[in-house]
T-cell receptor, first 111, second 113 residues
Framework: EPEVTQTPSHQVTQMGQEVILRCVPISNHLYFYWYRQILGQKVEFLVSFYNNEISEKSEIFDDQFSVERPDGSNFTLKIRSTKLEDSAMYFC?????????FGPGTRLLVL | AQSVAQPEDQVNVAEGNPLTVKCTYSVSGNPYLFWYVQYPNRGLQFLLKYITGDNLVKGSYGFEAEFNKSQTSFHLKKPSALVSDSALYFCAVRDANAGKSTFGDGTTLTVKP
């Protein structure tokens, strides 16, 4: 059964450093998303991406964040200058129609 | 705007008993409703969805949910709980014309032997 994959599973970085989180969505899906979950809190929407552009973004998704689909398979989330409060689990999701399927997540720890 | 409420932080049931995890929602258009389960240190696993049609939907692992438009609810149910059902459950809603999902705060289900 096809699934969304994410790398790395864990990342530790210093405050102010750039990080890139990678996702491989399900191959025939056209809609891509990033969500995050701060430890013990709810899952929050960051951004949605369709047809090579951002279709919607939340207040969290400020100028420090960017997304890219550099080739036909990968979908990346870049945080330019990480802050302590960026520490969270980041989930990628993709959908072909109604259902969003989530990857296993990347746990980001900013020190 | 869309929102989801899961009024219970925690639900405890004995193995073999029926379980219900509650969810109410608010959307401006037609709702797409979902339940996801999250095991410790794992991702969000899709359980079931309501898009249209029959109000009672069946999903993975014996779970089902009933869409109630008048009460704007979508409660998750299972006739006989298993210890292995213990996990964090999230209800989510999407407006049929929107992309993003909005999640509830989650309900921790604990099934005791």
């Amino acid at each position: 059964e096809p699934e969304v994959t994410q790398t790395p599973s864990h990342q530790v970085t210093q405050m102010g450093q750039e990080v890139i989180l990678r996702c491989v969505p399900i191959s025939n899906h056209l809609y891509f998303y990033w969500y995050r979950q701060i430890l013990g809190q709810k899952v929050e929407f960051l951004v949605s991406f369709y047809n090579n552009e951002i279709s919607e973004k939340s207040e969290i998704f400020d100028d420090q964040f960017s997304v890219e689909r550099p080739d036909g398979s990968n979908f990346t989330l870049k945080i330019r200058s990480t802050k302590l409060e960026d520490s969270a689990m980041y989930f990628c999701a993709s959908s072909g129609s109604e259902t969003q399927y989530f990857g296993p997540g990347t746990r980001l720890l900013v020190l | 705007a869309q929102s989801v409420a899961q009024p219970e932080d925690q639900v405890n049931v004995a193995e073999g008993n029926p379980l219900t995890v509650k969810c109410t929602y608010s959307v401006s258009g037609n709702p797409y409703l979902f339940w996801y389960v999250q095991y410790p240190n794992r991702g969000l696993q899709f359980l079931l969805k309501y898009i249209t049609g029959d109000n009672l939907v069946k999903g993975s692992y014996g779970f089902e949910a009933e869409f109630n438009k008048s009460q704007t609810s979508f409660h998750l149910k299972k006739p006989s709980a298993l210890v292995s059902d213990s996990a964090l459950y999230f209800c989510a809603v999407r407006d049929a014309n929107a992309g993003k999902s909005t999640f509830g705060d989650g309900t921790t289900l604990t099934v005791k032997p």
